[in-house]
């Protein structure tokens, strides 16, 4: 065997470096997917592995060579760091070539000529390959030492002249010189990059087990989070962290000024760089991300995009972040290295840089970047009027949170000290819904503004009107949102642009908050014409926060015209809002708890809880008292809808301290209060439902849904008679309410009230009424809320609604009609809306010419609609018809 080299075929061999590829040591884990993933790769033509330094990149040669039971040839060669001549670089590839093939006299390393000529060592080296037999794979690390153009073009030659069953596989650290886009368009090259080589969470947890160094879950994944997956990052983070007495806090203060990091990253990347380039980064590492002319500005050159450019092409820890490769940003550990060299080398140019950089976003529109750099320079008065300039545009913007964090960036002072921030903190307090507080400092900003110069009045008094009318809304008081709108200045004309775009914000925002007042007011119609022009403005003048704050109110205003408009426009809503990532933000919850309203209305009670669900985990307990009211009784409903009355009293009693909290009178109060008192009165608390209804005055007590309660209440008291009495306003109309479950309500409690009665016609027509007004939306949910639903069982044989009133009773039973279990795939060809009819008779019991009947068409019209329907549906007669109508969701899964 000869000498330094792994000559024995199967193992890998190496040659040049002297370095020899080895086992797994203690510390390392089995990145087995990874090493899977390069085996894949290997039986390409070539395998590019291109990552930065400390990737892992030799680790996962060493990884994959080392396997055991390997039948191959592996020749393995690291290029000697800074290797210009081609004679040298090559004699080291054919001395790995001959340890790996084995090849007689291979003891002897190859000898140096003057007269080297490349193109026949690399025939040589081809040839050996060759003579080996078998499959052989070439194995080159660090290419990226290699400086010879000449040694690159041959390894071009010969990477794209390998035999079939030759491979190589190419590590570096950046993309080498070599013409390999033939190879990529005949799909023979293979390419592992950094993003393939970073540590996932799992394996930054197994590394750390390995090296027995117990963290917390949330801690080695902040340590992840720091390193950004990044090796050798992880590696002397753990090194570090063996032995420490405080990993946790070692964890959270682990940036790339710490020593291990800082002294790998100077010695691997930055004193690699020409002068100009380590100037660049320095100058541009304060800012977050840096485009092009940015970077020019901060520093003072020109070409900086270029070299931003060839810097994320090196794998030098720059990352661009559009897919126009115009913004770039750098590894959190590089940035962390680049900002302390900064401050070593050249403190007294930080202050100017941040001012450039602030000049330059707020030139550019981007405030809060502005903000935090004029905080970074020490500017803080004129950080704080940029911020007060500029609070309520962040918060249309959706980024409240950001105000927030700015202002905790000054230094801790009350209202009174800083009035130059009064109205900051006042729109920081309402968010956070201290609203007493906010106040208080509107107050100090309104006096503030009349002491400011006059070409920043107009602005200021602009935002504190916005705020005034969000801080009416958030109180629950509408008249006086009614009248600061009707009070606030007209839109600017003839004057500046930034007037004039300060005027449309306004204007959306008046919309916005008018719209979702006269919401909750049920005033639906005006609601709807002030939401729908808000929405349309926000989206003239690029305000999609205020767009979507619009549009979640659309399906709630929807809810006196149709079912299937409050789902449509609910679900507009949450796809316009996860467009823009809000579909967990606050924004969104009127959208969410509606949508979740309509489905439980139509019986679809798990997928309405799901939504419900959303709308709770985004709607805090001091949030606009509007939206919870909302929310308290969409639960209510769900838990009447499952039965549960206790539940449905605690939700509905939450409901009604919201309103008590509120200034003015939500329009579902009324809706609170009737469902109260009915489900008081089915718990056996009459007297208590009776105490409600006393303390109503004449106009509460005359509307709809409280003479619907006030029937059940009478129904509980034994007295059928006096709940038709009651009931006799609604049914013939007298007696109106918005809602357009309550006509439905009436009818239900009516056909209880006769069937008490012992009159079960009168209770069968008043079930078919209700029946009548629940089809168009396929309502279900009074007829769970009443238990009238058991009536249903004793309706006559020649029902119009044979369909939905199964529906109604799988509902009841526990089978949603459209549950999220059942597959979705449609039928090969949809049906026709006539054949979708017909389906829906096939579950019952009626006979072809019954349906006929009923759907007023001829029997023959129903037999051609049959045959197709089971030509459609793959069915070869009614029961499977049946059975895969279910199955696509076109019918409910029927049991009666």
Not at 247 to 265: I, K, N
Not at 343 to 349: D, I, K, L, N, V
């Amino acid at each position: 065997m000869p000498k330094g080299h792994g000559a024995r075929p199967g193992l890998p061999a190496t040659a040049g470096s002297g370095r020899t590829p080895g086992r797994g040591r203690p510390g390392l884990i089995d990145r087995r997917d990874l090493v899977a993933a390069l085996d894949r790769a290997a039986g390409k033509q070539v395998t590019m592995i291109s990552a930065p330094a400390g990737s892992g990149k030799t680790s996962l040669l060493r990884a994959w060579a080392d396997r055991p039971g390997q039948g191959r040839r592996i020749a393995f060669m690291s290029v000697r760091p800074g290797q210009q001549d081609a004679q040298l670089f090559w004699l080291a590839l054919l001395d790995a070539v001959r340890a790996a093939a084995g090849t007689e006299g291979a003891a002897e390393p190859p000898a140096t000529t003057p007269g080297f000529n490349g193109g026949a060592m690399m025939d040589k080296v081809l040839s050996e390959i060759e003579a080996s037999g078998g499959p052989f794979f070439l194995v080159i690390d660090d290419l990226h030492e290699l400086g010879s153009a000449e040694a690159a073009e041959q390894l071009t030659a010969l990477l794209t002249g390998l035999p079939p069953d030759v491979h190589a596989i190419v590590a570096t650290r950046h993309d080498p010189p070599l013409h390999l886009h033939k190879l990529r368009l005949a799909g023979e090259l293979a390419e592992i990059r950094a993003a393939q080589l970073r540590f996932t969470e799992a394996e930054t947890r197994d590394l750390l087990a390995a090296s027995a160094v117990a963290l917390p879950d949330h801690v080695a994944a902040l340590l992840h989070r720091r390193a950004e997956g990044w090796a050798a990052g992880l590696r002397l983070a753990v090194l570090s962290l063996a032995g420490h007495p405080d990993p946790e806090r070692f964890v959270a203060e682990f940036s790339g000024s710490h020593r291990t990091v800082a002294e790998y990253l100077m010695a691997e990347m930055l004193e690699r760089q020409p002068a100009e380039v380590q100037r660049l980064l320095l100058r541009t590492s304060l800012p977050d991300r840096v485009n092009g002319e940015l970077a020019d500005l901060l520093t003072g050159a020109a070409g900086s995009e270029r070299i931003l450019l060839e810097l994320e092409d090196a794998n030098a820890f720059v990352v661009s972040l559009d897919p126009g490769r115009t913004w770039f940003r750098y590894h959190h550990l590089f940035a962390d290295l680049l900002r302390l060299e900064l401050r070593r080398t050249c403190p007294e140019a930080i202050p100017e840089l941040h001012r450039l950089a602030a000049r330059w976003f707020a030139e550019h529109g981007q405030a809060a970047d502005a903000v935090r750099h004029l905080q970074a320079a020490g500017d803080r008065a004129e950080a704080a009027r940029l911020l007060t300039d500029h609070t309520v545009s962040l918060t249309l913007d959706g980024q409240a949170g950001t105000v927030v964090a700015l202002l905790r960036a000054f230094p801790a002072r009350t209202g009174e000290d800083s009035p130059e921030l009064a109205l900051v903190y006042a729109n920081a307090e309402m968010h956070q819904h201290r609203l007493e507080e906010a106040q208080a400092h509107l107050e100090i900003a309104r006096a503030y503004a009349a002491t400011t110069p006059p070409d920043r009045r107009p602005r200021l008094r602009t935002a504190i009107a916005s705020l005034d009318l969000l801080l009416a809304r958030l109180r629950g008081h509408f008249d006086a949102v009614f009248e600061q709108a009707d009070a606030l200045p007209s839109p600017a004309t003839g004057q500046s642009n930034t007037e004039i775009a300060l005027a449309g914000d306004l204007r959306a925002l008046v919309l916005l908050n008018l719209g979702v007042t006269e919401a909750w007011s049920l005033r639906l119609a005006d609601s709807e014409r002030h939401l729908l022009e808000g929405a349309a403005l926000a989206r003239d003048i690029g305000r999609p926060y205020l767009e979507v704050a619009c549009r979640a109110h659309l399906g709630f205003v929807s809810i006196n015209r149709s079912l299937a408009l409050v789902r449509e426009r609910c679900e507009e809503a949450v796809a316009l809002a996860a467009r823009y990532g809000w579909e967990s933000e606050a924004v969104i919850a009127p959208a969410q708890a509606s949508l979740a309203g309509a489905l439980i209305c139509t019986g679809e009670f798990d997928r309405g809880e799901q939504w419900l669900d959303r709308a709770r985990s985004v709607t805090r307990s001091e949030g606009e008292p509007g939206v919870r009211l909302l929310v308290r009784l969409v639960s209510a409903m769900l838990a009447a809808a499952r039965g549960r009355h206790r539940d449905v009293l605690a939700e509905l009693t939450a409901a009604a301290q919201v309103q008590a909290d509120m200034v003015g009178r939500h329009g579902l109060s009324s809706r609170v209060t009737a469902w109260t008192m009915a489900t008081q009165a089915r718990l056996g608390m009459a007297d208590r439902a009776r105490t409600t209804l006393a303390a109503l005055d004449d106009r509460q007590a005359a509307a709809a849904e409280i003479r619907t309660a006030a029937a059940v209440i009478r129904l509980a008291e034994q007295d059928p008679a006096g709940a038709r009495r009651e009931l006799r306003p609604v049914l013939d109309g007298a007696a109106t309410g918005s809602s357009l479950l309550t006509p439905i309500e009436a009818r239900l409690v009516d056909a209880l009230a006769c069937r008490d009665l012992d009159d079960d016609h009168a209770a069968a027509s008043a079930v078919e009424q209700a029946l009548n007004l629940a089809e168009p939306d396929r309502i279900i949910l009074p007829f769970a809320t009443t238990g009238a639903w058991e009536l249903l069982r004793a309706l006559p044989h020649r029902t119009s609604h044979a369909a939905l009133v199964s529906d109604i009773l799988d509902a009841v039973r526990g089978d949603s009609p459209a549950g999220p279990n059942r597959p979705a795939a449609g039928p090969a060809e949809e049906l026709s809306p006539s054949e979708l009819r017909v389906l829906r008779y096939l579950p019952t019991n009626l006979t072809r010419p019954e349906i006929a009947a009923e759907l007023s068409v001829s029997l023959n019209t129903v037999n051609t609609h049959v045959r197709r329907i089971y030509a459609k549906l793959g069915a070869g007669d009614r029961s499977s018809a049946v059975q895969r109508g279910r199955e696509l969701r076109l019918l409910s899964n029927g049991r009666a």
